[in-house]
């Protein structure tokens, strides 16, 4: 069975420091990969797509940056964190156009 | 483009009380409705996938049901266990691998 892991649960970092949020899946190959950002009360907000090694589409011009180096891995990274950072972060796979599946989101606060 | 609204935002029911969710979408061409159920801190979990006018699916005290232009996910007899945030999705158009979600409804069961 298919299954994803993302880590880390929870997460403070200061202003200005930088971030890693790591995304892997097993049981699949050649997944498409998403990157969510829900803020608190407020929908699902897609910030990166990949449907493939090294292929990413970018939704929302930010201070973040995403990166497929494996086939089943997908990283999420800011080389600078701001205050507007902060939220809950979710990474998800789908296969083609069916359903997708989430991870159980990282937490982050940005101090 | 795709637009998935769900209403209401917040439904508050007594414990046994039924309901409905409703999410309405302006697709070009049905491609098939997801439900998901999403508690507080975790990610989404996948409840159903309808793909046709008219199909319904079941699941404990949860049903979904499908029309050409909405999608109800009728709730019987709730339990306080029930209660989470509902959200629902519209699969990606061809050419686009972005699954289209609509904001939820937070669901709240009193005993």
């Known amino acids: 069975s298919q299954t994803i892991h993302q880590w880390p649960a929870t997460l403070v970092q200061p202003v200005g420091s930088p971030l890693s949020l790591e995304c892997t899946v097993e049981g699949t190959s050649n997944p498409n990969l998403y990157w969510y950002r829900q803020a608190a009360g407020r929908g699902l907000q897609l910030l990166f797509y990949?449907?493939?090694?090294?292929?990413i589409s970018s939704e929302v011009p930010q201070n973040l940056s995403a990166s497929r180096p494996q086939d089943r891995q997908f990283i999420l990274s800011s080389k600078k964190l701001l205050l507007s950072d902060s939220g809950f972060y979710l990474c998800?796979?789908?296969?083609?156009?069916?359903?997708?599946?989430f991870g159980q989101g990282t937490r982050l606060t940005v101090v | 483009e795709d637009q998935v609204t769900q209403s209401p935002e917040a439904l508050r029911l007594q414990e046994g009380e039924s309901s409905s969710l409703n999410c309405s979408y302006t697709?070009?061409?049905?491609?098939?409705l997801f439900w998901y159920r999403q508690d507080p801190g975790k990610g989404p979990e996948f409840l159903f996938t309808l793909y046709s006018a008219g199909e319904e699916k079941e699941k404990e005290r949860l049903k979904a049901t499908l029309t050409k232009k909405e999608s109800f996910l009728h709730i019987t007899a709730p339990k306080p266990e029930d209660s989470a945030t509902y959200l629902c999705a519209v699969p990606p158009r061809g050419g686009s691998e972005k699954l289209v979600f609509g904001k939820g409804t937070k669901l709240t069961v009193n005993p």
């Open positions: 998800a796979w789908s296969q083609g156009r069916a359903e997708a599946f």
């Open positions: 697709v070009s061409g049905l491609r098939g």
């Open positions: 990949s449907v493939g090694i090294g292929q």
